[in-house]
Every structure is written in structure tokens, then in C-alpha cells.
């Protein structure tokens, strides 16, 4: 599975950003640099990566940095994916 991939597909979905995730890098500002990311969009997100990915995010897991970029989002849910 490309988490990269499957990530920046869970963002357009979730966000509504109709297919302008896929330009998305690794290296892509998400909070505070996407509008449509505020508190529910990220409650949505790992909802949705709950969903997609089979994990369980407690709450004491989530911080700011966790969607600073893509990057550390996908580095995020890799860690929970290795367990």
C-alpha cells in the first residue's frame, strides 16, 4: 500500500478539494495553510483514517505537528500502521 497515496486521497476526499490534493507533496503546509482544514476537517480525518487504515488515534496522540505537512501526516499513520 502507498500510504502517500492513500492519504492524499482520504485529504480530497474529506476536504472536499476536488483533485487538488493528487499536486500535493510531501513537503505540503496542511494546518494553517489550507482553508479548509480547520477543527472538524481534522476530526474528520482521523475518523477517516480509523476507517481506512484499521488503527484506533487516542486522543493524547494528536498534536498541531501531526498536520503540519503531508509529510508528517503520512509519517504519522506509517508509525500507527508498524504498531
Known sequence: ???QKEVLSLLDEILSLHGRAA???LDTPL???IPEL???AVVALITGFE???GFA???DEIEG???ATVGSLVAFVDAK???
Request: aromatic share 12%; no cysteine; proline share 0%.
Open 1 to 3: 500500500m502507498n500510504t
Open 38 to 40: 480547520d477543527s472538524m
Open 23 to 25: 499536486a500535493y507533496t
Open 65 to 67: 505537528s501531526t498536520f
Open 57 to 59: 488515534v487516542d486522543d
Open 81 to 83: 500502521l508498524a504498531g
Open 51 to 53: 476507517e481506512r487504515f
Open 31 to 33: 494546518l494553517g495553510a
